[in-house]
T-cell receptor, first 117, second 114 residues
Framework: NAGVMQNPRHLVRRRGQEARLRCSPM?????VYWYRQLPEEGLKFMVY????????ESGMPKERFSAEFPKEGPSILRIQQVVRGDSAAYFC???????????????FGPGTRLTVT | QQQVKQSPQSLIVQKGGISIINCAYENTAFDYFPWYQQFPGKGPALLIAIRPDVSEKKEGRFTISFNKSAKQFSLHIMDSQPGDSATYFC?????????????FGKGTKLSVIP
């Protein structure tokens, strides 16, 4: 049973380029969260998505960042016109069905480490 | 505003000793408190979690103690081993908020020395 998959694992972009980060949730999971982790910091929530729906994007910067989770395929976090401050580790987590039984648990992927030069 | 405060920032424990990491929160609507373990270059892995209707939960060498009135919870690692050396994050989740996002502490870097 494969866990949460993220790719690429490492991504280098020059300032002004676009970064696309992909997340495939665990089998049977239809809820995805994206978190950002700065060096020596905890994870900060960015966005919560179900298939074809953005449920909560309260943690997303207002500009340059967008996320989607299409009916088919992985969830994508897109950062346009990257700046040095976007350099961080980006993690996605998947969840089965929130609020039912033991389905509170979020399972994290290995992350994508974005470096902006 | 930091909603979950975690201490200490770093911790050195001898092999076989007890590691204790503490977290405090302000939001009384939080109703689920997981702990995650993260090794360098890896994603956080769920270690153990507790709901506020119990005061303690034990799984193997890992125990969560929960004090609802003090709004504090802690992770105890008994018989600490060098393989436990990692960064530990406490987290909390608010019910009924529509989103099940986790709010994380800043992490504790644990080093277990032989």
């Amino acid at each position: 049973n494969a866990g949460v998959m993220q790719n690429p694992r490492h991504l280098v972009r020059r300032r002004g380029q676009e970064a696309r980060l992909r997340c495939s949730p665990m089998k049977g999971h239809s809820h995805v969260y994206w978190y950002r982790q700065l060096p020596e910091e905890g994870l900060k929530f960015m966005v919560y998505l179900q298939k074809e729906n953005i449920i909560d994007e309260s943690g997303m910067p207002k500009e340059r960042f967008s996320a989607e989770f299409p009916k088919e395929g992985p969830s994508i976090l897109r950062i346009q016109q990257v700046v040095r401050g976007d350099s961080a580790a980006y993690f996605c987590a998947s969840q089965f069905r929130p609020g039912q039984g033991n389905s509170y648990e979020q399972y994290f992927g290995p992350g994508t480490r974005l470096t902006v030069t | 505003q930091q909603q979950v405060k975690q201490s200490p920032q770093s911790l050195i424990v001898q092999k076989g000793g007890i590691s204790i990491i503490n977290c405090a929160y302000e939001n009384t609507a939080f109703d689920y408190f997981p702990w995650y373990q993260q090794f360098p270059g890896k994603g956080p892995a769920l270690l153990i979690a507790i709901r506020p209707d119990v005061s303690e939960k034990k799984e193997g060498r890992f125990t969560i103690s929960f004090n609802k009135s003090a709004k504090q919870f802690s992770l105890h690692i008994m018989d600490s081993q060098p393989g436990d050396s990692a960064t530990y994050f406490c987290a909390a989740r608010e019910t009924g908020a529509g989103s099940y996002q986790l709010t994380f502490g800043k992490g504790t870097k644990l080093s277990v020395i032989p």
